[in-house]
């Protein structure tokens, strides 16, 4: 599985901002699509995630403010994000959960800039 992440980028306190991944290659085993985000000197945390049959869950950082759905295609999830803070600086990631070990598999990272 490859993971094609884009969006990101700088946007001012208050603004939105969506991201998008696209997956390829054996999407058939695919059992839930993500983000995840890591701010300088944190760990990597997730952020929403959604699984092949469409449950959803948001970290409680974000709840109200991000949400999480398919595109077109059911290989691709976007990630719309509200209301954005300076605490929303990280770098984003877009993670799948393969197979039946649910293994994890990352795309590149996305820089979102929240400033003014």
């Known amino acids: 599985v490859q993971l094609q992440a884009s969006g990101g980028g700088l946007v001012q306190p208050g603004g939105s901002l969506r991201l998008s991944c696209a997956a390829s290659?054996?999407?058939?085993?695919?059992?839930?699509m993500g983000w995840y985000r890591q701010a300088p000197g944190k760990e990597r945390d997730m952020v929403a995630s959604?699984?092949?049959?469409?449950?959803?869950n948001y970290a409680d950082s974000v709840k109200g403010r991000v949400t999480i759905s398919r595109a077109n295609a059911k290989n691709t999830v976007e990630l719309n994000m509200y209301n954005l803070t300076p605490e929303d600086n990280a770098i984003y990631y877009c993670?799948?959960?393969?197979?039946?070990?649910?293994?994890?598999?990352w795309g590149q990272g996305t820089q979102v800039t929240v400033s003014s």
């Open positions: 993670n799948a959960k393969v197979g039946r070990t649910w293994n994890s598999y």
């Open positions: 290659g054996s999407i058939s085993s695919i059992n839930a």
């Open positions: 959604m699984t092949s049959g469409g449950r959803v």
